[in-house]
């Protein structure tokens, strides 16, 4: 039903793309956007990956640069039965991840060096394992056509301010005022529609990456403080390209912007409340709560025991490397 919903909506985002080229030229201009779209979804299907990791700086980084990061990718990936996704580091300080790939044989997964920097190996393997299920789950491919799709309106909204929007014979006589309307009203759509999406896929995502990571309280823990960081940290990639903030963990935008008047997540309370429900639920050795720790039953694959760090700290604190508490700062896995 999910997909069935996901579809419905991916329609309705090419739908607005064909309406905004309507007002811009008319029939004509319709039948032009609809073979844009069409000619962008099949580039996307190839190369929207790229072009995303591209848009948020991302670089490659393999065992001999990130040895322990990688390690725990491949780790999760055997776990979750995925093939070893690419991955990739994204210099920000604010803490956020995502995945992106048209399938899990051709998957990437990218973090911020903030993630590392500012929490604990178990919640950082919490957030890989919440994005190890999106390639699972193959909601990528779909996020990343609606990123596409959705900055291309924006552009397009634009664009048709200078040329044609103001054509009476071609918007119905609206003039000014109907190209106004749609440089305003059609990204807002788009960004409503990527809301829906992005929602469809969250709690899924984050059930499955519980199972993945084995503990529920790992990425509980995490969510709470990427989301309180993404509030004081920008993410300067983020604000640049909008479009993509759907395709985050968290959504990254500072909220400074009018992009931010629609949240394309659900809300990180409720996220944590699935979480420590599915954890009671499941009993044993998940752990009970946000605020709790792998400390009951027995440990759940190769991850190592010990509590997470609180899931709701008043600000994000940085640790003394990536991977944990005490002892002296650890070189982190960037290189």
């Known amino acids: 039903m999910n997909y069935l919903k996901t579809a419905i909506l991916l329609a309705g985002l090419t739908a ?3 309406g905004v ?3 811009i030229g008319g029939r004509s201009g319709a039948t032009i956007a609809f073979l844009v779209a069409a000619a962008m979804n099949l580039f996307s299907y190839w190369n929207a990956d790229r072009m995303v990791l591209s848009m948020t700086g991302a670089h490659e980084v393999d065992e001999r640069t990130a040895p322990e990061f990688v390690a725990m990718v491949r780790e999760l990936s055997q776990r979750a039965g995925l093939p070893m996704p690419r991955v990739y580091l994204i210099d920000d300080p604010q803490p956020n991840a995502f995945a992106t790939g048209r399938n899990p044989e051709n998957a990437a997964v990218a973090a911020t060096t903030g993630l590392l920097n500012m929490l604990s190996r178990e919640e950082i393997a919490g957030v890989m394992a919440h994005e190890l299920a999106h390639v699972q789950n193959r ?3 779909i996020m990343t056509i609606t ?7 924006s552009m397009l909204a634009q664009f048709g301010m200078f040329f044609g929007g103001g054509n009476r014979e071609n918007n119905g006589g609206l003039g000014i005022v109907g190209s106004l309307l749609m440089v305003i009203v059609a ?5 409503l529609v990527q809301m829906a999406i992005s929602r469809t896929r969250e709690y899924a995502a984050d059930r499955r990456g519980a199972e993945i990571c084995g503990r529920p309280v790992w990425l509980a823990s995490a969510l709470a403080k990427i989301d309180n960081a993404a509030h004081q940290i920008p993410n300067e990639a983020a604000e640049r390209n909008p479009a993509v903030a759907h395709m985050f963990i968290i959504n990254p935008l500072s909220g ?11 809300a990180t309370a409720n996220r944590i409340a699935a979480l420590e429900r599915f954890a009671a639920e499941a009993g044993g050795g998940w752990g009970s ?3 709790g720790g792998g400390t009951g ?3 759940s694959g190769g991850w190592s025991g010990g509590r997470a760090a609180a899931a709701r700290p008043e600000r994000p604190v940085p640790r003394s490397g990536p991977w944990g508490g005490g002892g002296a700062p650890r070189r982190g896995p960037w290189g």
Not at 147 to 153: D, Q, S
């Open 187 to 191: 990204p807002i759509a788009a960004m």
């Open 256 to 266: 400074e912007r009018m992009d931010n008047l629609f949240s394309t997540h659900p």
């Open 297 to 299: 039953g027995g440990q």
């Open 16 to 18: 607005l793309f064909m």
């Open 139 to 141: 909601d990528t491919l």
């Open 21 to 23: 080229g309507y007002l």
């Open 289 to 291: 709560g946000a605020g």
């Open 147 to 153: 990123a596409t799709i959705a900055g291309a309106i």
